[in-house]
């Protein structure tokens, strides 16, 4: 890594965390496609590189979320529950099932377009008055299963979906972003380490770029802060049409080049 690649990596860790951060989002759904055409991080060590970046990103944002209180509680505790495991389980797939490129795009795609679709036609179309109850206790900790399975593959460490679909079901904003947070940087503590231990006993890109990752991960870990402190100053329903619309247009670009 020279260092106008490693000065790009530490922007893009910084203003992506500023503006992710709000809603509880580590910012590595958005970093990974920046690691991969950019930055010319290979397949899968591409996974465990954003996975590292939330490790070393993370605490921005929880130290913020933590000097008012939010973080910790029991649905942190159930978050965490179910991503652990799972990103273990996800990691395995990764390096095992779904190595090649196009693979992974289409898993890419298949992942955030979706995704941005629901928050931008969340955010344009507001529901009506609010009927949904919140998840019991084993619903939460399946769905965070699941998640974290994805998480695992995909490099992301499972916030960033588990903040949207939570608050759909009647989670309010404020309890699931440090939730989510905190369980995103637990999750991919676990995720990155066991990435480091199949690289010894598999063959190819499987181990993290340890200095893009620390170099990436240094500027979300000020930009996290950052943005965890400018919450209650941001209007939130443009955040989320922001982050739909990027996911929504990540998910189109990798699609568009899984299928050519």
């Known amino acids: 890594m020279d260092w106008s690649s490693g000065l790009l990596g ?3 860790g910084l203003l ?6 709000p809603v509880g989002v580590s910012g590595a759904v ?7 055409s950019v930055l010319g991080v290979p397949s899968p060590a591409v996974t465990p590189t954003n996975l590292l970046f939330n490790v070393v990103a993370g605490p921005g944002a929880l130290l913020r979320y933590r000097r008012a209180g939010s973080v ?6 159930l978050l965490v529950a179910g991503t652990v495991p799972g990103v273990v389980v996800g990691a395995v797939i990764r390096v095992f ?7 992974f795009r289409l898993l890419v795609a298949a992942l955030l377009l979706p995704l941005g679709v629901w928050l931008c036609a969340r955010t344009l179309r507001p529901p009506g008055p609010r009927t949904a109850t919140a ?3 084993r619903t939460t900790t399946g769905l965070a299963l699941a998640v974290g399975v994805v998480g695992g593959i995909y490099g992301i460490g499972g916030g960033s979906i588990l903040g949207p679909l939570l608050v759909g079901r009647g989670v309010p904003v404020a309890k699931v972003a440090p939730a989510a947070l905190a369980s995103t940087f637990v999750t991919s503590l676990v995720g990155a380490g066991t990435y480091a231990v199949l690289a010894l006993t598999a063959t190819g890109d499987i181990a993290p770029d340890w200095l893009l990752g620390l170099t990436c991960g240094s500027g979300g870990l000020a930009g996290g802060y950052l943005g965890a402190r400018l919450q209650p ?12 619309t990027l996911a929504t247009a990540v998910g189109t ?5 899984a299928l050519r």
């Open 16 to 21: 992506i965390s500023t503006v992710t951060a």
């Open 30 to 36: 958005f970093l990974l496609p920046v690691q991969v």
């Open 135 to 137: 998840p019991t206790a």
């Open 233 to 244: 100053h941001l209007p939130e329903p443009a955040l989320r049409l922001l982050l739909g």
């Open 97 to 103: 099932a779904v190595p090649g490129p196009r693979v």
């Open 72 to 77: 910790g509680g029991p649905l942190t505790r």
């Open 10 to 12: 530490f922007a893009a």
């Open 253 to 257: 670009l990798y699609a568009l080049q």
